[in-house]
């Protein structure tokens, strides 16, 4: 099941970079657009989501906005801040690349029982939980040592 797992990771990781190429953006810039087509960000705020500097975070938010993916929007909680939100051409793009694999999946799962497709959808949001935990937590995987895989 582990190395199903790890394929599956890997594929979507291929998916992803695919998708950046197409839109002619890096993996990191997709990754923004990813966050920010789920809620309004301070520039901080993605940079800390992004693991990405202060520095880098302006340079990619640059790059966005020029290419027409987001916009600089006032924050009405704090007139020192923005919000960046995706713009219409941007999650125009990202649903674009998406729809191809989601209309597979599709018919995927349309040739699934009703039991079935309900333990593939238990399974997929569990698998999914746990991976977005790893991602936030800062040790890895419960249990690994520094310089193990985690």
Do not use: C, W
């Not at 993996?27 to 800390?48: F, I, N, V, W, Y």
């Amino acid at each position: 099941m582990a190395e199903l797992v790890y394929r599956q990771a890997a594929a979507t990781l291929q998916h992803a970079a695919a998708m950046a190429r197409r839109m002619g953006l890096g993996l990191t810039d997709l990754h923004a657009l990813e966050h920010l087509s789920q809620e309004e960000l301070t520039p901080k705020r993605l940079g800390e989501r992004l693991f990405v500097s202060p520095g880098a975070i302006t340079a990619l938010v640059d790059r966005l906005e020029k290419a027409g993916h987001l916009e600089r929007v006032a924050n009405p909680k704090d007139r020192r801040s923005s919000l960046l939100r995706t713009t219409r051409s941007g999650r125009e793009a990202m649903v674009a690349q998406v729809m191809p694999l989601a209309t597979e999946v599709e018919r995927i799962a349309a040739g699934l029982s009703d039991e079935e497709l309900a333990a593939v959808e238990r399974f997929v949001g569990e698998v999914t939980a746990v991976t977005t935990r790893q991602a936030q937590s800062p040790g890895g995987a419960a249990g690994a040592s520094p310089g193990e895989p985690g």
